[in-house]
């Protein structure tokens, strides 16, 4: 069983920028990929970033490539996520996510974060 506890988000204007972190705790934590989905009021939960248990080969949804970075943290059970050049569009509730690997997290993750929230003012 793996815990994930996410945190970071808050209120920026629009072009500001913005840390998220998720630590996972259990047994096997440091051997998950880990990823983040987002969710926005009235919309279905869709994907940002996913990066494998060593930090190699990250990927990201369409919407955010070249504004947000996502990374694993000195401790390979954190992932981070950079976002920077935020836009009111990028306004959701986010969610850590973590699988066995990266084609598992985008796919049906197991285990999820709690949520944070992200406001984007413009």
């Known amino acids: 069983q793996v815990q994930l506890v996410d945190s970071g988000g808050g209120l920026v204007q629009a072009g500001g920028s913005l840390r998220l972190s998720c630590a996972a705790s259990?047994?096997?934590?440091?051997?998950?990929?880990m990823g983040w989905f987002r969710q926005a009021p009235g919309k279905e939960r869709e994907f940002v970033a996913v990066?494998?248990?060593?930090?190699?080969?990250?990927y990201y949804a369409d919407s955010v490539k070249g504004r947000f970075t996502i990374s694993r943290g000195d401790r390979s059970n954190t992932v981070n996520l950079q976002m920077n050049n935020l836009r009111p569009e990028d306004t959701a509730v986010y969610y850590c996510?973590?699988?066995?690997?990266?084609?598992?997290?985008?796919?049906?993750?197991?285990?999820w974060g709690q949520g944070t929230q992200v406001t984007v003012s413009s």
């Open positions: 990066i494998n248990w060593i930090g190699l080969n990250p």
């Open positions: 996510a973590a699988g066995i690997n990266t084609a598992a997290v985008t796919t049906n993750a197991p285990y």
């Open positions: 259990g047994r096997t934590a440091t051997s998950y990929a």
